[in-house]
């Protein structure tokens, strides 16, 4: 998941300076929740050539993404912000909580054991606060002029 918010968010820094469609946001969108479906998430784990696509479509999205941020009004930032904040905390409760989909116990080619879907949900968790906390700091710097 961590390699997830890497590609992401790189392919995002690399074009955010750039004017696209911006329904290409909704083609960003579709790539990334493609990837978190539990089948597609357990084959990217567990075969090198669906994980190449994985993290190629991430990178993709990303740049996607940010290039068409700047198309989009503040308002629909907002939105896509706690949409993307909202998905992520679903999918932490399920990787907390088990859910067995996410692991090698209904995949037999995933590499993840079910014991180790805490650790990963809670890690994930993490690194959406951090992301959480830098938005909202850079968003108050910038109405508050600080």
Known sequence: MASHYALFIGGFLL???????????????LGVVFWH?????????????FRTINDVTMLV????????????SFSVKIL??????GADSVLSV???????YYSNSIYS?????????LITGLVM???MTVVFVYVIFTMLRSVFKI
């Not at 995933?110 to 180790?116: C, K």
């Open 15 to 29: 074009t955010r300076r750039l004017k696209l469609p911006p329904l290409l946001v909704v083609l960003s969108i």
């Open 37 to 49: 479906l539990p089948l597609f998430y357990a084959l990217a784990a567990g075969e090198p050539a």
């Open 61 to 72: 999205a990303g740049m996607l993404a940010g290039g068409a941020s700047n198309s989009l």
């Open 80 to 85: 896509l912000f706690i949409a993307w904040m």
């Open 94 to 100: 399920i990787l907390i909580v088990g859910w067995p």
């Open 109 to 117: 080619f995933s590499p993840y054991p079910i014991s180790q879907e």
């Open 125 to 127: 968790f993490g690194i």
